[in-house]
């Protein structure tokens, strides 16, 4: 067999299954916004030692929006808005990582084993995507501050927040990364790349 064979299978079937993945079936997103703004909110809703944040619905969704994060602290009444597409920061990396896994050339019970661990690790990224996220909110100068970080730590951190989430490449690389992580082996690599040696 031709060793560019079974890698251009894999990349038609991941197109497939993430192509139908990612339509926007009536009612699904919907949904996993719902449960994106829950999960979100019973992990973060108590921020720090007066931190409050809500995950909330925006009253006119857009196409790049559909939830609104609000930040503020115990006992002060002014609060901090940013409006945020579950779809972008946890769905696409979430179906990437599926749709990677379930193309790929491997017996399917190491791909089930993979799924598991792969989905799990694309939802602790997606958690400390958020995370940083609030963080840095709660560094700024507002009346919500409760963190003080030195100008050059807090530096490095908008700068950490603007690959991981202001880009949308860590969406669709990490993803990957976790891909081949979890689901490949050296040996693999040698089955997909080489020929067969008759």
């Known amino acids: 067999m031709h060793p560019t064979k079974p890698i251009v299978r894999a990349v038609v079937k991941f197109a497939i299954i993430f192509g139908l993945l990612s339509v926007p079936w009536p009612g699904f997103q919907e949904a996993y916004s719902k449960a994106f703004r829950w999960a979100g909110e019973a992990a973060f809703k108590d921020f720090g030692p007066r931190g ?3 995950f909330l619905p925006l009253d006119k969704p857009n196409r790049t929006a559909d939830t609104e994060i609000t930040t503020g602290v115990k006992g002060e009444r002014r609060i901090g808005f940013s409006d945020i597409s579950p779809r972008l920061l946890g769905y696409l990396p ?3 990582v599926i749709a990677l896994i379930l193309a790929s050339s491997v017996a399917w019970r190491r791909r089930l ?3 598991c661990v792969g989905v799990a690790l694309i939802h602790a990224f997606i958690y400390l995507r958020l995370a940083l996220l609030i963080f ?3 560094c700024n100068e507002t009346p919500w501050q409760q963190y003080h970080p030195g ?3 807090l530096t490095v951190l908008k700068h950490i ?3 991981v989430n202001i880009s949308l490449t860590a969406s669709f690389v990490v993803p990957v990364l976790i891909w081949i992580a979890v689901t490949f082996r050296y ?7 080489r020929p067969e040696q008759h």
């Open 151 to 153: 100008p050059n730590t």
């Open 161 to 163: 927040n603007e690959v």
């Open 136 to 138: 840095i909110w709660y």
């Open 94 to 96: 979430c179906i990437e």
């Open 113 to 115: 084993i993979s799924l």
């Open 52 to 54: 409050v944040v809500r």
């Open 187 to 193: 040996s693999d690599w040698e089955r997909i790349l």
